[in-house]
């Protein structure tokens, strides 16, 4: 069965860190490049970050130089590292394999002091 599982969301103070996964099949991570989205309440889903299947990564303005996505072959998880969180980065994050309609459930990132 086709998965992607997103992990590590929570609740963190204003200037903290969390770092997100998400786990996929190995069927569908493997030579696919794979996002990272967010949605805040009452407003759309936006892209965060991506990355290739070689490594390349592109961000969001709101979060370059704060946000680093990774990932891990052997392991088909792809990361989003989150520093210096601030509370506008609220949301549920999700993962999405490109060129798929293939998401996860979401994880719920919560900032606040």
């Known amino acids: 069965q086709v998965q992607l599982v997103e992990s590590g969301g929570g609740l963190v103070q204003p200037g903290g860190s969390l770092r997100l996964s998400c786990a996929a099949s190995?069927?569908?991570?493997?030579?696919?490049?794979m996002r990272w989205y967010r949605q805040a309440p009452g407003k759309q889903r936006v892209l965060v970050a991506t990355?290739?299947?070689?490594?390349?990564?592109n961000y969001g303005d709101s979060v370059k130089g704060r946000f680093t996505i990774s990932r891990d072959n052997a392991r088909n998880t792809v990361y989003l590292q989150m520093n210096t969180l601030k509370p506008e980065d609220t949301a549920v994050y999700y993962c999405?394999?490109?060129?798929?309609?293939?998401w996860g459930q979401g994880t719920q990132v919560t900032v606040s002091s």
């Open positions: 999405n394999v490109v060129g798929t309609g293939l």
């Open positions: 190995a069927s569908i991570f493997s030579g696919n490049a």
């Open positions: 990355i290739t299947s070689g490594g390349s990564t």
